[in-house]
């Protein structure tokens, strides 16, 4: 049988496992909860790069229709939106295309102004 103080040593080792379980169980918890709100980041971004997909898809089809019914797609493409780099386009995008137009235009009448006076 086990003497008194060899029963409280007892029950100081497994109060102290019960607090430890208890820290460990609290981070799984805040592990478990972190995994999902990133899961759920995820499932948002995955969503936004389907709609994304179709949207291209969709423009695609739309330049495809004017194309076919004539419209210089090639050599718009080709004078205006060739040279463009494509990290200049922002998620936002139909109201900054305006600015961003009148912004290229000005670049690019700057730029002929340069070139004649090489010239």
């Not at 103080?5 to 102290?16: A, I, N, S, Y």
């Not at 592990?31 to 759920?40: D, H, I, K, R, S």
Request: aromatic residues 10%; proline residues 3%; contains cysteine.
């Amino acid at each position: 049988m086990a003497t008194p103080q060899e029963r409280l040593k007892v029950d100081l080792l497994f109060d102290g496992n019960c607090s430890e379980l208890e820290k460990q169980s609290d981070e799984h918890r805040k592990v478990f909860q972190e995994n999902e709100e990133l899961q759920a980041a995820i499932d948002e971004l995955n969503e936004d790069m389907a709609y994304g997909k179709q949207r291209e898809n969709k423009l695609m089809f739309f330049l495809y229709i004017l194309k076919q019914m004539g419209y210089p797609i090639s050599e718009v493409f080709e004078r205006e939106i060739k040279d463009v780099p494509t990290s200049r386009f922002s998620k936002n995008f139909d109201d900054e295309y305006k600015v961003m137009h009148a912004q290229l235009w000005k670049e690019r009448k700057e730029a002929k102004k340069e070139a004649k006076l090489v010239s």
